[in-house]
């Protein structure tokens, strides 16, 4: 494990994990708690370099000559040695729960090391926002229902006022869960003995805040930040965490439905795609219908704007070389539709769905008139949308989209591969269904389309009968229907033709 020796001289630990993407340094709540807790963040190792800290007195750690070392604005120093050893100008700084104070510290001493920030279910003494015991109580009934959850408070409620916080610990642990199942106890067992608790006493010592001077200092803060709560949590409560929130200038707060304190332990991938989200340059969210939408944009301000929506199973990177080109003169956006890529995964899914989301998505963003070109199911969606509310879209591209004759024969039950894939699974069981059975209307309102529409087929490699796109041309008033012998991935197994083609066509 590598190591690095910070301003007082004590040698500190921290642990590499994760191959992909910019470093991300990781700071254990706790506080003071043994990193192991934090696993690999619910797969975020696999989009960042995650480099995680042993906080002094835990882990590999040292132990600080002075116990005043553990308070935590005296630990903003650990953090700035840590980017000086990783040579790093500037850094993205995730912290947990406690340590999401000391993130905050480090981020009011130093706002030009900060390139992105990131709070999950903070604790808000830096700032002076802290739950009160009514907040917490008032939170925890939302468990009043579990069979735990009468025993689990009589002992809570029987703990002397005065108990160290080591033996208050264990008989939150269950309030401290969305679910708490067998993962959760197997997560929660460990508090304990992952926890320096001498150190954790003197983190929140005397003079360790100054909230007034903080909250001050974090109005030079110019790098965006993540305030990530538990639905669950009673400390941040949802509205506690908006209001830390509320301290930065560019914040935004992301509230994980059916979390509590630990989101990555109740919802991995909810807790990944949420934060991936937040930290891949060159992506952005739009929440539509309560549901967090995930896009790509490139292209210069201001240029034509063209949207790309993606097939079943895929996301808006299938784009990305489309996307480079077209971005020389248009504005181009490349959605992760609902279930797909870092999207949220709501699990109702359906083509009338994603129809009102891509109209949703246009709408929220100012994109009426936009060019759409749509794939597959993404083109589907699109023309849906262009008979629904044609005043909607501009230009239409539909790339061997789906045309909505009942399978025959029609699909039985998919089961689900051995690996998960990138995208909920119970898409393709929606899907299939509205495809063996479609709603007629969708065919028989197509004439109601009134955007210029081009209609690519694949040719005789594609798995979609391409005479049914031939009808659907007809029937779209003014539409042009062009095959290129590509199967059904056009986009990516012949770029340069379908490029060229839609730059005729006037995307």
């Known amino acids: 494990m590598p190591h690095f020796t910070t301003y007082d001289g004590t040698r500190l630990a921290y642990r590499v994990q994760g191959e992909g993407g910019e470093p991300l340094i990781v700071l254990p709540g706790g506080p003071m708690r043994d990193q192991a807790y934090l696993g690999d963040l619910g797969g975020l190792a696999a989009h960042r370099s995650l480099v995680v800290l042993d906080p002094r007195g835990t882990g590999d750690s040292a132990v600080p000559a002075d116990p005043g070392g553990y308070r ?130 003197a983190f929140y010592g005397p003079g360790a805040f100054d909230p007034a001077a903080t909250r001050a200092a974090l109005r030079e803060l110019d790098a965006p930040v993540l305030v990530l709560a538990g639905e669950y949590d009673g400390g941040p409560t949802p509205a506690m965490a908006a209001r830390i929130a509320d301290c930065f200038p560019r914040a935004e707060l992301v509230v994980q439905s059916g979390a509590g304190h630990f989101p990555w332990v109740d919802d991995a991938g909810a807790f990944r795609r949420s934060v991936a989200a937040f930290l891949e340059p060159g992506v952005r969210t739009v929440t539509v219908d309560g549901v967090r939408l995930a896009y790509r944009v490139t292209g210069p301000e201001g240029a034509p704007p063209v949207v790309l929506v993606h097939g079943r199973g895929e996301d808006g990177a299938t784009w990305d070389t489309m996307a480079t080109a077209l971005a020389a003169d248009r504005r181009v956006y490349a959605l992760d539709l609902r279930g797909h890529g870092l999207s949220d995964h709501p699990g109702q899914y359906g ?99 009134t955007a210029p529409t081009l209609v690519v087929g694949g040719g005789s490699g594609s798995h979609l009968p391409q005479e049914q796109l031939a009808w659907m041309a007809r029937r779209i008033p003014g539409a042009r229907h062009v095959t290129i012998e590509a199967g059904h991935l056009i986009h990516t197994e012949r770029p340069d033709e379908f490029l060229l083609l839609i730059r005729e066509f006037g995307v």
Not at 115 to 129: D, E, F, K, M, Y
Not at 149 to 164: N, T
Not at 362 to 387: F, R
């Open 72 to 201: 935590c604005d005296r630990q903003v120093a650990d953090i700035e040695a840590l980017r000086a050893h990783l040579g790093l100008a500037r850094i993205d700084l995730l912290g947990h729960s406690g340590s999401a104070n000391l993130a905050t510290l480090y981020a009011a001493a130093h706002p030009g090391r900060i390139r992105s920030l990131v709070l999950v279910t903070p604790g808000g003494r830096a700032v002076g926002v802290e739950v009160t015991d009514e907040e917490w109580d008032k939170a925890a009934e939302v468990f009043a229902d579990q069979p735990w959850y009468v025993g689990a408070r009589a002992a809570l409620d029987a703990l002397d006022p005065g108990a160290p916080v080591r033996e208050a610990a264990p008989l939150v642990m269950p309030f401290a869960y969305g679910r708490w199942d067998e993962a959760a106890r197997a997560h929660a067992d460990a508090v304990v003995e992952q926890t320096s608790w001498e150190a954790a006493e």
């Open 351 to 449: 083509f009338e769905l994603f129809r009102d989301e891509l109209g949703g998505f246009l709408k929220a963003l100012g994109l009426a008139g936009a060019t759409v070109v749509g794939h597959s199911m993404g083109g589907a969606a699109a023309y849906l949308l262009a008979q629904r509310e044609p005043d909607l879209i501009g230009r239409l591209v539909l790339e061997d989209a789906a045309v909505f004759f009942p399978l025959d024969p029609p699909r039985g039950p998919a089961l689900p591969p051995e690996e998960p894939p990138g995208f909920d699974w119970a898409i393709v069981a929606a899907v299939d269904a509205e495809l063996n059975a479609p709603e007629p209307a969708w065919l028989d309102e197509l004439s109601a389309i």
